[in-house]
């Protein structure tokens, strides 16, 4: 199944359990080794597995277990900024991020006269 924005959170959770007992498999390790190289407990790899939710941290053990912890570069890329934001800001790097602001709010909009035939004499 192809991870995407449309599948539930309970769903993704199932997949990338799915997707770790693959890999696990296509190592031929137990749960047990997989866990006990991880440091975590069985049943904590056994419920990641099965879908459930689980602390960061034990993913990113199972992930360096599985020497797949390369691969969270693709999930989160470093963001790097764009030359001309450096230019903006003299070389600061943003530190907040700001909410986008309203036309309205920013222009002084002038409220339309009412047209008439007559407004040229």
């Known amino acids: 199944m192809k991870i995407s924005k449309l599948l539930t959170d309970e769903a993704i959770l199932a997949?990338?359990?799915s997707r770790i007992a693959r890999r696990r498999l296509e190592l031929q390790l137990t749960q047990s080794d997989l866990a006990e190289q991880a440091g975590i407990g069985?049943?904590?790899?056994?419920?990641?597995?099965?879908?459930?939710?689980?602390?960061?941290?034990?993913?990113?053990?199972?992930?360096r277990a599985l020497d797949l912890v390369v691969g969270l570069e693709a999930v989160i890329p470093d963001v790097q900024p764009r030359p001309m934001d450096l230019l903006k800001r003299k070389g600061k790097v943003r530190q907040r991020a700001s909410k986008p602001r309203d036309a309205e709010s920013t222009h002084q909009v002038k409220e339309p006269q009412p047209w008439s035939w007559d407004d040229d004499t």
């Open 42 to 63: 069985k049943r904590t790899l056994e419920r990641i597995e099965a879908g459930s939710s689980a602390q960061l941290s034990n993913l990113i053990r199972i992930l």
């Open 15 to 17: 997949e990338i359990g």
